[in-house]
């Protein structure tokens, strides 16, 4: 039998501060490492590429681990758990590698205006999904066609082949006449025609406008872009005969492939000149060429080629008033951490993702 005695020091021990304090303490030490525990099972791991300094201390935030990658090789073994992958300047093989390794893949985010890379390498877009850098490339390539455009119509370009020859082309400088019909001399009152009218063309169309220039569009739905009007297609028979300056920023796909083909290109002024900042796959390089050395063209301005680099025996090189510009137009994505963060707060969410294709 118990005593009184007995069983109120029981109940001083038990209930004494130090007990219920140590019982605390383990409790909360439990609590802490389930945490850490449960937290490091549900965070998902995002490959990020070397091949761009991105901040990613905007990404630190979020409910993912953070590991960085060579575009150039393979990713490690130990990485290729991974549900998220950044992609920018990722060779081919690399991006076989990792189509082909990342099973547990569910969302890649390029930082390119287009996925063909990606489509190309393997990845299945009904089973991951794939979004692009659409608008981080906007301000550098309509800087780009602007100059573009600047050469064409200033003869920048013969300008320099003088200078390298140290000969003086009086023929142009002096007195000049203005805007002499049939030449493409400047942008004041120039009819330039942009096809593939999005995010590039309305970021690219107030410089030209501001220069004096009259802008047309021309995409696959019609209609009153930023204030200007665009027109689909099937008035391209209307609308080339008419222009100066023809601006290509197409996508590449199937459907535009060749889309500025031989019997497009004839319906050009002979003075016109074409600019592509889109897809080289989008023209007819023979056919533009040949339009070229037959002075059907007053020249061309090419970003872009169907193969890249462009061949040595390539016969752009030498073409008659024919500027080659190496891919240079993007190349510099702006603020792609405000993307990826906007994109993965949204992907965690379960919500619908930004240029998404």
Same mark, same amino acid.
């Given at each position: 039998?118990?005593?009184?005695?007995?069983?109120?020091?029981?109940?001083?021990?038990?209930?004494?501060?130090?007990?219920?304090?140590?019982?605390?303490?383990?409790?909360?030490?439990?609590?802490?490492?389930?945490?850490?525990?449960? =937290?490091?099972?549900?965070?998902?791991?995002?490959?990020?590429? =070397?091949?761009?300094?991105?901040?990613?201390?905007?990404?630190?935030?979020?409910?993912?681990?953070?590991?960085?990658?060579?575009?150039?090789?393979?990713?490690?073994?130990?990485?290729?758990?991974? $549900?998220?992958?950044?992609?920018?300047?990722? =060779?081919?093989?690399?991006?076989?590698?990792?189509?082909?390794?990342?099973?547990?893949?569910?969302?890649?985010?390029?930082?390119?205006?287009?996925?063909? @890379?990606?489509?190309?390498?393997?990845? @299945?877009?009904?089973?991951?999904?794939?979004?692009?850098?659409?608008?981080?490339?906007?301000?550098?390539?309509?800087?780009?066609?602007?100059?573009?455009?600047?050469?064409?119509?200033?003869?920048?370009?013969?300008?320099? @082949?003088?200078?390298?020859?140290?000969?003086?082309?009086?023929?142009?400088?002096?007195?000049?006449?203005?805007?002499?019909?049939?030449?493409?001399?400047?942008?004041?009152?120039?009819?330039?025609?942009?096809?593939?009218?999005?995010?590039?063309?309305? =970021?690219?169309?107030?410089?030209?406008?501001?220069?004096?220039?009259?802008?047309?569009?021309?995409?696959?739905?019609?209609?009153?872009?930023?204030?200007?009007?665009?027109?689909?297609?099937?008035?391209?028979?209307?609308?080339?005969?008419?222009?100066?300056?023809?601006?290509?920023?197409?996508?590449?796909?199937?459907?535009?492939?060749?889309?500025?083909?031989?019997?497009?290109?004839?319906?050009?002024?002979?003075?016109?000149?074409?600019?592509?900042?889109?897809?080289?796959?989008?023209?007819?390089?023979?056919?533009?060429? $040949?339009?070229?050395?037959?002075?059907?063209?007053?020249?061309?301005?090419?970003?872009?080629?169907?193969?890249?680099?462009?061949?040595?025996?390539?016969?752009?090189?030498?073409?008659?008033?024919?500027?080659?510009?190496?891919?240079?137009?993007?190349?510099?994505?702006?603020?792609? $951490?405000?993307?990826?963060? @906007?994109?993965?707060?949204?992907?965690?969410?379960?919500?619908?993702?930004?240029?998404?294709?």
């Amino acid at each position: 039998m118990f005593s009184l005695f007995s069983i109120q020091r029981v109940c001083i021990a038990v209930f004494k501060p130090t007990f219920f304090s140590s019982h605390i303490q383990l409790f909360k030490k439990k609590q802490v490492l389930y945490k850490k525990t449960s =937290t490091a099972a549900v965070k998902m791991k995002l490959l990020y590429p =070397t091949s761009i300094t991105l901040d990613t201390k905007s990404l630190e935030g979020f409910s993912v681990t953070l590991q960085p990658y060579d575009v150039k090789q393979p990713i490690p073994q130990e990485h290729t758990d991974a $549900e998220i992958l950044i992609t920018w300047t990722n =060779t081919s093989d690399n991006l076989k590698d990792a189509a082909s390794r990342l099973t547990k893949l569910r969302w890649i985010q390029s930082l390119a205006a287009g996925p063909n @890379d990606v489509l190309n390498a393997g990845f @299945d877009s009904s089973k991951i999904a794939i979004t692009t850098g659409s608008g981080l490339h906007d301000r550098t390539v309509s800087e780009h066609t602007l100059g573009l455009l600047l050469n064409a119509a200033r003869r920048f370009y013969e300008m320099r @082949d003088y200078q390298l020859q140290r000969k003086w082309p009086g023929h142009l400088g002096g007195p000049q006449p203005d805007r002499p019909k049939g030449a493409f001399t400047t942008l004041r009152d120039a009819k330039v025609t942009i096809w593939g009218f999005g995010n590039i063309a309305k =970021t690219l169309a107030p410089h030209l406008t501001s220069l004096g220039a009259q802008v047309k569009g021309v995409a696959r739905r019609p209609g009153v872009r930023d204030g200007i009007e665009v027109y689909s297609e099937d008035k391209l028979a209307e609308i080339l005969p008419e222009t100066d300056a023809l601006v290509m920023i197409l996508p590449g796909s199937d459907s535009t492939r060749h889309a500025l083909n031989a019997d497009r290109l004839k319906l050009l002024p002979s003075h016109a000149w074409v600019v592509n900042v889109g897809r080289g796959t989008t023209v007819d390089e023979n056919a533009l060429v $040949e339009a070229l050395k037959n002075k059907k063209l007053g020249g061309a301005a090419l970003d872009v080629f169907e193969k890249e680099p462009l061949p040595e025996d390539s016969p752009l090189w030498t073409a008659p008033n024919c500027i080659i510009s190496p891919h240079a137009a993007g190349g510099r994505p702006q603020e792609a $951490e405000v993307l990826i963060a @906007d994109n993965l707060r949204r992907f965690l969410a379960g919500q619908e993702l930004k240029n998404k294709i």
